[in-house]
């Protein structure tokens, strides 16, 4: 969809227009996320630098500039008389014909290399204008870039929160961090908000994972990060669904195992839905049934339980009638029925032709909180894949970690300004940094700087974006390179 980029906005910058001082010139501001909700976590990821970017450019030069300023104007004019009930005023048409004459966004953006660990409170972007006819721009694009930022850095920060717990348990329970690469998976595409947040969202998990059922994540990875799925570490492996075992009838579900494993996949890892009538059937009478086949079989079934109360189900229901299927839960039942191996730590790990999978409802408590109810069983981190799903990533916001575009300095006829907001009702968290910005090779800020001072101080933050074009591109498998390095 082509649309006219004076669109892509709130409807109150339509009159910001009029209200700045007359003769300003340049206005600075600054992308923070200012807060975290989970007091756990400090840092959040920088990711979706480059998309923004590249879009950035694309719907300006796709809706503005390679269009006439004639169909530019008219549109325009259209919304405005029938929004706010007006024609638009004349330093609007002066605004436009301008900038549609000059050929180029005239901004500069800076940003922290993706892949950064940014402290909270710490700017990890800035954005002003360089031309001083458009200093209206500057925060007229902050709409479009917060929309387009926020929810890649926000899921890039859940899914590397969640890869470090997931490590922590490793190394308790004996095991390495390479260990956790599949470990976690990415079940969420069906609950994102549209198309265009799973592709965001799902490049934002295999920052720190290398498991997805987000097919979509690889075009938009390719395109953005110029990155194409032979370059990634990333896999899945076939699996069911409801509908498959569903077809088969509940009579013919052992039935279907035994083909699934002897005929349709004879090798290779193979996941199976196994809860859609009796999750303990399958696991205490049908596997047992099974068991030859399964240990002479050349790879790995994976059981997915997908309903009830997830911790109860794989650590074992404390209420159920001791030493049941139910007490003792999904992971011990299987290492009774199948046995494996202890590692040099002590901690129990399943035997190579069986697995668990658990995609219901997955995020960082539940999931630290069954590998903590299974290594006090005595299992290692890595019996169960989670499936990490909408749960996981959409019971957030751009206000989990306070994410604002907020202006910091502006340039009024020739004279410098030091603006900020600290709003007296406010905890604090809302208080902007003033002047201009640079982030420290700390990631500190230091803010306050006059244009002089600006323009000499050592800066971490790179340009990214100046007058329409994008800097500085990266690989997928760079940024992640430095995620985790």
Known sequence: MTINPLFATDGYKLSHILQYPPKTELVFSTWTPRMSRDKRHGHVVVFGIQPAMIKLGEIWRQGFFNRSLAAIMREFTSMHLHFLMCKPPQEWVDAITYLHNLGYLPLEIKALPEGTLCPIK???????????????????????????LWLSAT??????????????????????????????HDFSMRGMQNLQSGMMSGAAHLLSFDGTET?????????????PIERLVVGTVPATEHSVMCA???????????????????EGILSVVSDTWDL???????????????????????????????????????????????????????????????????????DSHIGVIYGDAMNYDRVDTILARLAAKGFAANNVVFGFGSYNYTYVTRDTYGFALKSTAVVVDGEYREIYKDPATDTGFKKSQKGFVI?????TYTDGLDVTAYE??????????????????????????????
């Open 456 to 485: 000499g101080a050592n800066n971490n933050l790179e340009s990214v974006f100046i007058n329409g074009n994008y800097l500085n591109e990266e690989g997928f498998q760079q940024i992640k390179a430095r995620l985790w390095g």
């Open 155 to 184: 899921s890039a920060t859940t899914a590397y929160y969640n890869r470090l717990m997931l490590n922590n348990w490793a190394q308790k329970t004996g095991l390495t961090a390479k260990d956790m690469n599949f470990v976690g």
């Open 215 to 227: 097919v979509s994540t690889f075009p938009y990875i390719n395109k953005y990060y110029y990155t």
């Open 280 to 350: 303990w059937t399958v696991i205490g009478q049908y596997l047992p049934e099974l068991k030859d086949k399964i240990m002479t079989r050349n790879g790995k079934l994976v059981i997915r339980p997908d309903s009830g109360i997830p911790e109860d189900i794989l650590c074992g229901d404390p209420t159920a009638e001791k030493d049941t299927l139910q007490y003792k839960g999904v992971v011990e039942v299987l290492w009774d029925i199948f046995g494996g191996t202890k590692n040099e730590a002590g901690f129990k790990t399943l």
């Open 248 to 266: 088969w009838g509940k009579d013919g579900e052992v039935d279907l195992f035994d083909w699934l494993l002897t005929v349709r996949f004879s």
């Open 122 to 148: 710490t700017p990890y972007l800035t954005i002003k204008n360089t031309d001083p006819n458009c200093a209206w721009l500057t925060n007229f694009v902050e709409t479009f870039l917060s929309t387009e």
């Open 439 to 443: 982030v420290n090779d700390d990631l």
